[in-house]
């Protein structure tokens, strides 16, 4: 397979691949949508991935809120999925709207193994606690993210939630509106 | 909080103005009162707005937080639409000119506008990265703004539609720019370079059309919004005002899907809990009928919004069919007629008003299994009712049986009380005459035998008589618990009773549910000075639906220097203290009880 991956996509195919690799038992495992998307952002502000993020709502644990997102990283994740890399998982969650979980493809684990190593290592290097160096999970409640240490129980904040201020000036602007009130009656 | 990433900024847009449209359930005596609430009539039309709830008290004062909202009165139609302009001053951690105007019309479509000035003291050229973030913090704030005009019908529907968290429900963007920076050939062009497609989708999320309109003008269309770039842009305002109010009603109606569907899961969960709950389990059927009560609510406010969906549907089909004539007679600009084409509005009109009567319908079916189940609930609490009352009438059989053998008992053990002072007395007179050897005893005993008897039956009866008085006062003292009840009904402060209560340990703390009340029954021992020594339980029961604090029973087991009056009054004295009663409520007692 002729692969042209940028360093973004390695990592973030070495990311998924980290959490979802399959377990000796047969069991298989889906990392879920939220926790992807706030090991991303920690991965921009930790310079781990070179892409921008911004605000957008999105549901979260069947609640609407807004949450750092990376534009470009959800692109990188359609390529590798497009390249046959990553599987998606389409699941009903119990909070009443569908939610997604994603895992390394057996073509994602195959190519994974050839990546070089600084690419591994800086992902090792995100997902492990400060602590004990033990792997860390992601946990996303309804109003914060943060990393917890199963072994040292430590826990680690992920700024998913913090949405960022810009200092601004606007005035205000009325658009025209067409036939408002020109037909119609009270419910 | 400050952008800490360093923004690779692409894409710039030359004198943005942005808007940001929604959609809540209206109608023209809404927009009424919203004109007469805003005194859009008078002379000086501006008023400041806070958060800050009047609550009806005997103060002649009001203290607020920061005032946060300014409006002034632009233009309006009573009963048709109203226009201002709002500035904001919400705490922000950066300094924010938020200053927008506000349309607002019967259809229930509110549109919010402003003209981006300068960001990060950047004047005319805004990049999307900064956009974005601007974009967020007013979907934000223009919902703190709208919520102190809106009425407790459109407030109980955002909280049932938006699962209880209505700040941050989503809107429909649109950004209209003058020009847009890098330029490229074809509008299409943005798209095929994936990094400024990241930037657009950044604003609008999944950019998946972009067309040029005429020379210069392009559009980009999004699943969250749109971006119109025109050196005229003020041609447009009419057909985007128009596909505004229809996409922030598409994005309501999504919202009603989802929680209809979150409805039914929870409707499907109930069932089970009803069907599985116990007959000896009161609480679980009472939960069930709450939650059913509350759903038929929930289910009440989105059949009305549907109705409110249908009346803003024609509206818009209204407005949609006076563009089309205009377009059919050539009299609009090329680039309108095009853009007309591209949202395809028609169609869009058509697709929502099937998904409103879908929604409808399942509506229909989910009212009927609420119905269903209601009724489930309802015949399980019979058959409960049942069971108590045929336990109660055994409870009552029982206790008639063992008060009867308790009374038997009772006077056996008189008998032996009264045979044993006879036995005492007996003893005692046989102890004095040394058993007939003393010959004073002997010889009055031998010598006047009735009189012997006489004396003997005397001290038996003097015996008796002692030991019932001093048994008497033992048991009068045991039935002597104090047990003090008023029934207050009395407004009380809920937050200061929870931080009262949570200074003392419970020893219960129950709740009752129904559609118009929520009764907490807390208790809890008090002893001290205050009590004069006394170990008292205190019980209360207060209902937060209706605010009303209801029962206060003291019980006292072994009463010492108190009464009943006393009991009350301390306990009543204790709460007007921390502020749960209000002081006229003491006085009343005090007054009935002729206490002062």
Redesign the interface.
Known sequence: MDLQLTQEQRRLLILIHTYTAPRDDGSQVWLKDLPLRALMYDG??KKVFD???????V?VH?????INIS??G??DLIELREAGLVDKLRITA????PSKAYRSSVEGAAVVADFPEEDRKTIIDLISCLRCESAREVRVTSSEAFYFCKDCESTEHI?LF?????????????????????????? | MEIIDELEELVFLENPRILVTEWIPCGRNQILSLTDGLEAVKEVNDSLYTTTMDVPNRLHTLVTGPVLTKLQMQDHDPASYIRFHAKVFYPETVHQVEEFGVHVDWTGRIIYGLILEQVEKRKKRQSLDHMSRVVADIVLDTSTMIETMLSVFQRDVLDTVFFENPNERNKFVTIIAERMTPKRKSPADYLTERRLKGEINQVIENVHKAESLSDGEAVFLGTKGIILVSPEPTRYEEVLSLFNGLQALDIFQRNIHARVGALWDEMRETRRLTEDVSELDIQRVSEAQHSLSQMTDQLLAIGECLRYMEDALEALSSEWRELRERRAAEIVHPGVSRLLSLLDIGNTLDLTGHRTRGIGRTLVGLQKEVSGVKELASTIGERQMRHLNENLQENIVQMETMSRSSQRTSVAINMLQLILAGSLAFDILKTLSGDYENTVFSSVASENPVAWLGLTVLVWVGLASIFFNIIRPIEKRREKGLHARVKLNAPYDNDALKSFLSTREMLVQESTWDLHHHVFRRSWSERGEGWRNNEVTIQIDYDELTGLFRDLVVSIPAPQYIDENDAIQIALLDLVTADVLEHRTLDAFRELSGHE
Do not use: K, M
Not at chain 1, 51 to 57: C, E, F, G, I, V
Not at chain 1, 94 to 97: F, I, L, N, Q, S
Not at chain 1, 174 to 184: E, F, H, K, N, Q
């Open positions: 921009i502000v892409w921008d993020y911004s605000p957008t709502s549901f069947g609640i609407r809120r807004f534009q470009e959800e692109h119990t909070e009443h709207v700024g913090n949405i960022e201020d810009v200092a601004y000036v606007a005035r205000p602007y009325l658009p025209r509106v067409l036939g408002v009130g020109s037909t119609g009656g009270e419910s």
